[in-house]
């Protein structure tokens, strides 16, 4: 491929581009009104605006952007992620107009974008699964049915959905119709599909995912593991890899698992699969995402390897260079999604100028984003700013190093999730690796933020206090009679 379009927008479009740019292949963006001053417009070699702010007037239209690819001249089309990147009928009209889709095949998005169809195919390859359903839930009465079976509590979950939508926890038998309703009334609304399912509720899980490549001749291979439990509102704010609780026979175990789910949908370039993981280290199945993650760094970080460099490689036809043998894992990594929302009132987004936008810097910092100060953060797209990575040969250089990373980078003029990730990396429950997808609900309350807030406000003022007194402290005369100087002197 000589020339890409990248059918996104900040930092993941910014990240794209860097990586073509280092294997010699021009990009080409795509922008809304809103982004036409955005980093990611004037690094690309072109640019062209395809509509107003709102992203279905713009980064979801699909034909207007394959369109736009073909006049330009472009080989391929890199999604990013979200907007059109696990869209089928999009990796479909790429093809169908010869212009090579930077991603899976639309039936490897078809097969791991419906949860059913997803968990019949891993099926196949005896992959774990949470006890429950792998079919639609017909009506009250099968639903009522595999309740029994299965047991409370339970967890009713959208076939098509994410980020929680669609999905009810069930205590008691008397409360499972009303919660089936809703179920199904919020997927139908959210997801143009009202299938549910039904699987046993795993009560503290880790969130748990293997991230995998693989090519069109066959090659697979996982690069081991990211924790994501840190979430709020079903979506994550903090990833690290490798585990903290991971044996290297359970890992072992996952990554076979997780190649086994991509051999199902025959899968090619760069996909993740997640697991719940109880207590006991039982790991269970839970669904594809069949795109590059946002926390796709940790993984490059610990392997060395680019993901989206691979990704171009898979879709220009050519083999994975490297085999699972060849694969180490490489100290331990941490990010820290940085998102304009106010952790002191429920993560509700936030929108406002960048008047202060100081990144930081030093020994294994990574930041990709794609804002400049003075920037505006728009209210149509997604909060996310950019994304903060730190990296050490020990877990506990890497919190070391991001808490460091976190007091220097300075953002004023919008709330941020920076407190939020400082307070949370250095909590005792993750320190000692000891938490799970209930991290916020068991341990946060805005007013342990606010008084984690002031505590550092005072260590740093005793500390300027100090700096200021040894600043203006007058000089002790130097002790003559020690001199070398004078030593010398006499010696002459």
Same mark, same amino acid.
């Given at each position: ?6 059918? %996104?927008?900040? @930092? ?36 062209? !605006? ?15 952007? *394959? ?21 089928? $009928? ?29 968990? &019949? ?70 997801? /143009? ?48 890899? +490798? ?5 290297? @026979? *359970? ?5 076979? !698992? ?23 280290? %039982? ?11 946002? @926390? ?20 220009? $036809? /050519? ?15 941490? @990010? ?23 990144? +930081? ?15 505006? *953060? ?11 990575? =730190? ?21 004023? $003029? ?49 500390? =300027?206090? %100090? ?6 402290? &007058? +000089? ?13 002197? %006499?010696?002459?």
């Amino acid at each position: 491929m000589n020339k890409i379009l990248v059918a %996104n927008r900040g @930092e993941i479009a910014l990240r794209v581009m860097r990586s073509a740019r280092e294997m010699g292949i021009q990009t080409v963006a795509v922008y809304s009104e809103a982004d036409a001053t955005m980093p990611f417009v004037t690094f690309a070699d072109e640019s062209f !605006c395809i509509g107003p702010a709102p992203s279905s007037e713009s980064y979801l239209l699909g034909d207007k952007i *394959i369109e736009v690819a073909l006049a330009c001249g472009a080989d391929g089309i890199h999604p990013g992620y979200g907007f059109l990147s696990e869209n089928a $009928g999009f990796s479909d009209a790429c093809q169908k107009a010869g212009i090579k889709f930077i991603g899976p095949t639309a039936h490897s998005i078809e097969t791991m974008g419906s949860k059913i169809a997803a968990k &019949q195919s891993a099926k196949k390859f005896d992959v774990p699964m949470v006890p429950g359903t792998d079919s639609p839930i017909q009506d009250v009465a099968e639903a009522k049915e595999i309740a029994a079976r299965t047991g409370f509590p339970l967890l009713i979950k959208a076939s098509a959905g994410g980020g929680g939508k669609g999905m009810r926890i069930v205590h008691h038998m008397e409360e499972l119709e009303e919660q089936l309703n809703m179920a199904k009334s919020e997927a139908l609304n959210s997801f /143009k599909d009202d299938s549910v399912f039904i699987e046993k509720y795993v009560g503290s899980p880790k969130h748990i995912e293997i991230q995998i490549l693989g090519d069109t001749h066959g090659n697979y291979v996982y690069l081991f593991e990211r924790e994501c439990s840190i979430q709020r509102r079903h979506q994550k704010l903090v990833e690290e890899a +490798p585990s903290s609780c991971l044996t290297p @026979e *359970i890992r072992k175990a996952m990554g076979e !698992c997780a190649v086994n789910v991509g051999r199902s949908c025959d899968y090619h370039g760069a996909g993740t699969v997640e697991f719940l993981v109880d207590n006991d280290l %039982n790991f269970y199945f839970l669904e594809m995402n069949t795109r590059l993650q946002v @926390e796709h760094c940790v993984t490059e970080m610990i392997t060395g390897i680019d993901l989206v460099k691979e990704q171009i490689y898979v879709a220009d $036809g /050519k083999a994975l260079s490297f085999t699972q043998d060849d694969l180490n894992i490489n100290g331990h990594a941490i @990010e820290l999604r940085i998102c304009a929302e106010d952790p002191l009132n429920n993560f509700l987004p936030d929108i406002g100028k960048l008047e202060v936008y100081k990144r +930081p810097q030093g020994a294994g910092i990574r930041v990709d984003d794609g804002y400049e100060e003075g920037m505006e *953060i728009p209210i149509y797209y997604d909060p996310m700013i950019g994304k903060l990575v =730190a990296w050490g040969s020990t877990r506990s250089e890497a919190i070391d190093r991001l808490t460091r990373a976190i007091e220097e980078f300075r953002i004023n $003029g919008i709330e941020t999730t920076l407190p939020f990730g400082k307070w949370a990396i250095n909590h005792e429950a993750f320190v000692k690796g000891q938490f799970d997808t209930h991290f916020i609900a068991n341990y946060y309350k805005p007013e342990l933020l606010e008084q984690f807030s002031e505590e550092q406000k005072e260590i740093a003022a005793l500390i =300027a206090v %100090n700096i200021f007194k040894e600043k203006t402290e &007058q +000089p002790k005369p130097l002790n003559m009679s020690t001199s070398k100087w004078k030593n010398r002197s %006499n010696m002459r």
